[in-house]
């Protein structure tokens, strides 16, 4: 079976440009989160979904950043206008239920000029 | 509120030592713990899990990892250090209540493998 797909896997923007980064979950899977890796700050989760339906969005940092996922097999993060210090890796990952664990894609390495 | 905590950033081992990664938590609720392990330029990748039944549990690659309830700790062990263990570690802790899937995760040790 195939695991979390993300893409771009690589992407590389200037300042002020919109970036939108996607993922496919695993087939079946429920639950949906982003998280964001930089040196600085290590793993941070951005957003979480459950059925489709945004549950936690504490962790996105601000309004530039915005999710979606319109339905069970795709989702959308995006950023507007993108800055440098939103450099990073950015995370998918899938879940069936909490017993499971989550599943994690390879991420979107994200470089802003 | 959960948390995890992880004492230092990085352990280095020679090639065939024992690898002893530690991890404590904190769980209102008997929690489910996750173990998972980070290659360079790659996502993470779950390694184990406890979540109920035997307190020793078994992973990938030689791992395995204990859950103690009175120590409230789930340190991960391997008797034989191998070179491609180097990689980061990352212990995480998910409260079993509804439908909630989220992890709540340590801030990762770099295990370096010597050889």
């Known amino acids: 079976d195939a695991g979390v797909i993300q893409s771009p896997r690589h992407e590389v923007t200037e300042m002020g440009q919109e970036v939108t980064l996607r993922c496919k979950p695993i087939?079946?899977?429920?639950?949906l989160f982003w998280y964001r890796q930089t040196m600085m700050r290590g793993l941070e989760l951005l957003i979480y979904?459950?059925?489709?339906?945004?549950?936690?969005d504490s962790g996105m940092p601000e309004d530039r950043f915005s999710a979606k996922m319109p339905n069970a097999s795709f989702s959308t993060l995006k950023i507007q206008p993108s800055e440098p210090r939103d450099s990073a890796v950015y995370f998918c990952?899938?879940?069936?239920?909490?017993?499971?664990?989550?599943?994690f894609g390879p991420g979107t390495r994200l470089t802003v000029t | 509120a959960q948390s995890v905590t992880q004492l230092g950033s990085h352990v280095s081992v020679s090639e065939g030592a024992l690898v002893l990664l530690r991890c404590n938590y904190s769980?209102?609720?008997?929690?489910?713990l996750f173990w998972y392990v980070q290659y360079p330029n790659q996502g993470l990748q779950l390694l184990l899990k406890?979540?109920?039944?035997?307190?020793l549990v078994k992973g990938i690659n030689g791992f395995e990892a204990e859950f103690k309830k009175s120590e409230t700790s789930f340190h991960l062990t391997k008797p034989s250090a191998h070179m491609s263990d180097a990689a980061e570690y990352f212990c995480?802790?998910?409260?079993?209540?509804?439908?909630?899937?989220?992890?709540?995760f340590g801030k990762g040790i770099t295990l370096s493998v010597r050889p």
């Open positions: 990952a899938s879940s069936l239920a909490g017993f499971w664990g989550q599943y």
């Open positions: 087939s079946g899977h429920n639950s």
């Open positions: 979904f459950n059925n489709n339906v945004p549950i936690d």
């Open positions: 769980s209102s609720v008997p929690p489910y």
């Open positions: 406890y979540t109920t039944g035997a307190t």
């Open positions: 995480a802790v998910s409260e079993p209540t509804g439908a909630n899937s989220k992890l709540t």
